[in-house]
């Protein structure tokens, strides 16, 4: 028998939770995790749940790349290095505070050298 309500319509695709959010990560296979994790001694997980967590993921992603990327550009490089991703992170209090607090270690990133502001010459602006 023909169903009367889908005749003459067209198929439509199916949407990804992510796309149904507005996201770029992925929010089933965070959902997955957490499931998976027993993450509160639970595996039962709800989609707005999973979602939240991409979206949090997607926006600390997203504001590190552009920190790293205003670096890059700042040295005139064209591609974000870990050094770039370590500068970001270290300058931005806020991140600085998220990661770790005072002492910022990152693979590959390199020493953050100190300079005491005595040996910092003093530039004054011309009015």
């Known amino acids: 028998m023909v169903n009367l309500k889908t005749l003459g319509k067209k198929w439509t695709h199916r ?3 992510s796309a149904r959010h507005g996201l770029k990560f992925p929010c089933a296979r965070i ?5 998976r994790g027993h993450y509160g001694g639970t595996t039962r997980v709800s989609e707005d749940a999973a979602c ?22 700042d040295m005139k490089k064209g591609r974000i290095t870990p ?14 505070e998220l ?12 020493q953050m050298c100190y300079l005491h502001p005595d040996f910092v010459p003093n530039i004054k602006k011309k009015t």
């Open 15 to 17: 949407r990804t939770m």
């Open 31 to 35: 959902k997955r995790y957490l499931k």
């Open 52 to 73: 939240y967590l991409a979206a949090v993921l997607e926006y600390l992603a997203a504001e590190v790349l552009e920190l790293a990327g205003n670096r890059a550009r």
């Open 83 to 96: 050094r770039h991703i370590k500068f970001a992170v270290v300058n931005d209090e806020e991140l600085k």
């Open 99 to 110: 990661v770790g607090g005072k002492d910022v270690y990152m693979r590959e990133a390199g």
